[in-house]
């Protein structure tokens, strides 16, 4: 049985590889990332762009949503789990097009309104994924920490966050590879990125233009995905992965 | 060292968990709280740590309320264990285990050695487990790092949740009889929760026996198993409570007790060693393995002669003395 599925996911891992290699192979013959080779200093500068939207509204958002997260787990602050959730879930549920034109008309145009919109977009999966961590550890570990004098505080430095921290850069991950995504709209505010491309080509009916554009925002997501999973890896402490993989086998 | 005095629970206004509960553990005593679920007592042992107020009433631990001691401060001078052993999963067994040492701000010498003499104690190698994580360990080795972490600070007061409860019947009763050799060593004074009327018996100095937040007998043992206070005590000690008095006494109680009889030569004979039960005796001549036990001392020495008269006779002087 498991010899027949590492074979299936073996067949899908070299069909997914051949298609991706045959993909840039199309694109090289028809040279559809000219316009990186011949505009490289528009090429960096958008990518800067594109990076530093990204990279501020979510450092911002894990600065606001991680400790919102943690109050809200705090016993005498529970009840206002529905508040934060309900707000930070508008934020959510408002299509990212209409969150970046209502940061324009409150911040104009330019990348301020862009990192603004990105990071009320970044909340939601950073708070819940928080809630969720911190949830998940165990009762009677926090009732034995309790039953042997730790402090609130060390309950939660020693205890709490350590447990939840696989949940907590989940939420980081996920929230910042779908900003990177979303970042492309940015160039609709007047905030530059990798956009600016992508719609150029979209107008212009113009391909190379488009994969400029496209293949290296792709390109950057997959990058952030593996740099988190080689956080989780380094931050999380080892005992927490043997527990992990206790529970699975 | 821990006075119960008119403790009283009430959940949300009407709900009464625990009334009026007045004892005493003494110092040294290892006392089982039992009872069935639902009887309270293990929300009267987290009491006595704080992790549940305490209504009216209070509990004094060595002489000071429990109610107006600093919680922080009380509870890292009381060794806890749980049920579920409550390691941490982020830390190795070390720092599992040197928690309230480190809390309390040990020097790494001292609580390196504090370290291997606990798992010397609880009989794991130091060295094996120091940097080994809790889901690396079998469930009795997490509990016996659960009880060295308890023991850590060398708290004189321990509470204990059910210790050994998760645990397979094999494993559990090893603990409890390596516990019970290291509670001979230590002399803490334990508060034990149990639901286990075998565990009480074999371990407690004396058993509280609980029903609806209402204490129905606190008595030792032998007391509770020959002399139970009221119908509920002799239920749920069980109907057999006299064979189980049995594995109180050994042999070697009777022969203080009574004169032994003189080896008789008509009967089928067998040795048995004066350190054993009597419920062992009786077994052995139920057991039609022998109509006499001739009992010898540790150095082999024949001491005369047991059957079953002597032990029913022995047994009618226990319960009537223990009135």
Known sequence: ?249 | MIHFNDVTKVYNGNVKAIENMNFNVEDGELVIMLGPSGCGKTTLLRMVNQLESITDGDIMLNGKSVKHSNKIEMRRNIGYVIQSNGLFPNMNIEDNAMIVPNLLGWDRKKMRDRFNTLMELVGLNPDQYRKRFPHELSGGQQQRVGVARALAADPPVMLMDEPFGALDPIIRTHLQEEFLQIQKELKKTILFVSHDIDEAVKMADKIALLKGGQMMQYAEPAKMLNKPANSFVAEFVGQDRVLKSMSLYTVKDLATALTLKPVSESLEAQNINENLSLRVAISKLLNQEADQLIVENNNGTNKGSITLDLIEQFLHREIKESV
């Open chain 1, 1 to 249: 049985m498991e010899r027949t599925n590492k074979t299936i996911a073996l067949i899908i891992k070299l069909i997914f590889w051949g298609l991706l290699a045959a993909f840039f192979v199309w694109a090289f013959t028809n040279s559809m990332f000219s316009t990186i080779v011949e505009q490289p200093d528009t090429f960096f500068r958008l990518l800067g762009e594109h990076v530093t939207i990204v990279l501020l509204s979510g450092a911002a958002a894990v600065l606001l949503a991680v400790p919102l997260g943690i109050f809200v787990t705090r016993p005498k602050f529970r009840k206002s789990e529905w508040l934060i959730i309900g707000i930070a879930n508008l934020g959510q549920t408002v299509p990212s097009l209409a969150v970046l034109a209502l940061a324009m008309g409150f911040l104009g145009i330019g990348i301020s309104a862009a990192i603004v919109a990105l990071f009320v977009y970044s909340l939601l999966p950073i708070i819940q994924n928080t809630i969720a961590g911190i949830d998940s550890v165990d009762d009677d570990m926090i009732d034995a920490a309790k039953g042997m004098g730790l402090t609130n505080s060390q309950i939660l430095w020693k205890i709490e966050l350590p447990n939840a921290l696989t949940s907590i850069i989940a939420g980081v991950r996920t929230a910042l590879v779908i900003n990177i995504g979303t970042a492309a709209l940015a160039y609709l505010v007047g905030a530059g990125g990798l956009g600016v491309w992508i719609f150029t080509g979209i107008r212009l009916f113009d391909n190379a233009f488009l994969m400029s554009g496209a293949v290296p925002v792709t390109l950057l997501a997959i990058l952030i995905d593996y740099l988190f999973k080689w956080l989780q890896f380094a931050l999380v402490p080892k005992g927490l992965r043997l527990a992990r993989k206790a529970q699975n086998s």
